[in-house]
């Protein structure tokens, strides 16, 4: 079984409106399937940076056979096509819906039916769409929100408290489910999904924050120091999500560092549990999506718990290492495991050029990918793009 994911969401920001969120199903079941015939547990959202706005757009846009970028497409003068962007096949599963109702009354059917968000860590980019559609949400049957205890943790105590946004768990409108690294949980048995935990940079520890908010008013400014001391690593998800049916499963990770900057190996942990999936004789892994935010910076401090090309290649030759390594040794000559292999990059950050960032980033990854031979298929998420991995 394949998977059929859409976009909403792929940008790191800074703009805002289109950061990380995707949909998930499998690539059988049709919109019109979820909708008529009820299937809501078929499909689940990853990251909710956007929502029920983008989707009321590219449903727009599929049904009047305009190209789903079109938004994207206009804010740089030379922007990689779709087909550039990725080696997988492309879809316009929107395109089928009915237009005797508005865009946004269809995206808002296709949410009223979404019962299943997992999110990777309570940044804003992740969670603002969730957070901004929840105005929409009904206590009859409330959003299951689940993460880390840390990311759920900070969604109860610094999002949904009564401050910055009503208290939605209270008011049954969300529940906040937290689950343990490395601990697998079903969702309604229709998918399974471990979740990984990955560093995505230093943050101030709690003592030095309230040292320095007793020293200065504008502790909160202050930058990284070379006193390591001080902070501790903000701990982000992955999510290896598996069709339980099919035993299909496509691995995402939500923003994360390389091992070479954290030093924890944590990445390294994940490599090694996801190895054996590539003997399988049925390839039931199919795909990694994760970020690569950068193109190719001098200095690591710049990279505020995100990746960049090096970076990233290093990863994925140590996952190619894990794979090597347990393969009988008369049969490790000559073998590629990774080719072929589909990985998108999502979580590019938007920078003021001439030309798209992707374009680069693409290019600084295909040239890594030759040098290496590693023979990698990567694609690169648009906004408002759907696949099938
Ligand atoms: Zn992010
Ligand atoms: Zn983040």
Request: net charge negative; aromatic share 8%; glycine share 4%.
């Amino acid at each position: 079984m394949s998977f059929e994911i859409t976009f909403l969401g792929a940008s790191g920001g800074p703009i805002e409106g289109v950061t990380c969120s995707m949909l998930l199903k499998p690539s059988s079941v049709s919109y019109n399937d979820i909708l008529s015939n009820n299937l809501p547990n078929e499909l689940i959202c990853i990251d909710a940076g956007s929502g029920i706005g983008l989707l009321s757009e590219l449903i727009y846009n599929e049904l009047h056979d305009i190209s789903p970028l079109s938004r994207q497409l206009r804010i740089y003068n030379n922007m990689l096509s779709l087909e550039q962007c990725f080696k997988t096949k492309i879809t316009r599963p929107f395109a089928e819906l009915s237009n005797s109702i508005s865009p946004y009354e269809q995206s808002q059917e296709i949410f009223k039916l979404m019962n299943n968000y997992l999110i990777s860590h309570a940044h804003m980019d992740h969670i603002a769409g969730l957070v901004i559609n929840s105005a929409s949400f009904c206590q009859e049957s409330p959003k299951n929100v689940y993460g880390s205890k840390g990311t759920i943790d900070a969604l109860q105590r610094h999002i949904f408290n009564g401050l910055v946004w009503p208290n939605m768990a209270k008011f049954n409108m969300v529940k906040l489910s937290s689950h343990e690294y490395w601990q697998t949980f079903s969702i309604n048995d229709t998918y399974s999904v471990t979740i990984f935990d990955l560093s995505h940079g230093k943050m101030l520890s709690n003592d030095e924050k309230t040292s320095q908010r007793a020293e200065s008013p504008n502790y909160l400014h202050n930058s990284y120091d070379d006193n390591f001391e001080n902070y501790h690593n903000y701990i982000s998800s992955a999510f290896l999500v598996t069709h339980e049916l099919s035993n299909s499963s496509v691995l995402i990770f939500g923003d994360f560092e390389s091992d070479a900057v954290s030093r924890l190996g944590k990445n390294k942990r994940i490599w090694c549990k996801i190895a054996p999936m590539f003997l399988q004789p049925e390839k039931q892994l199919k795909g990694i999506i994760l970020e690569c935010s950068t193109c190719q910076i001098v200095s690591t401090n710049e990279l505020y718990g995100h990746i960049m090309p090096t970076h990233l290649i290093n990863e994925l030759r140590a996952l190619n290492d894990e794979i090597l390594a347990i393969l009988p040794s008369s049969s490790r000559q000559n073998v590629t495991p990774l080719a072929g292999f589909n990985v998108v990059i999502n979580h590019v950050k938007e920078t003021p050029n001439l030309s798209d960032p992707r374009r680069e980033i693409l290019h600084e990854l295909e040239v890594l990918n030759d040098k290496y031979k590693l023979g990698i298929h990567f694609s690169i998420a648009l906004n408002g793009a759907s696949i099938v991995l």
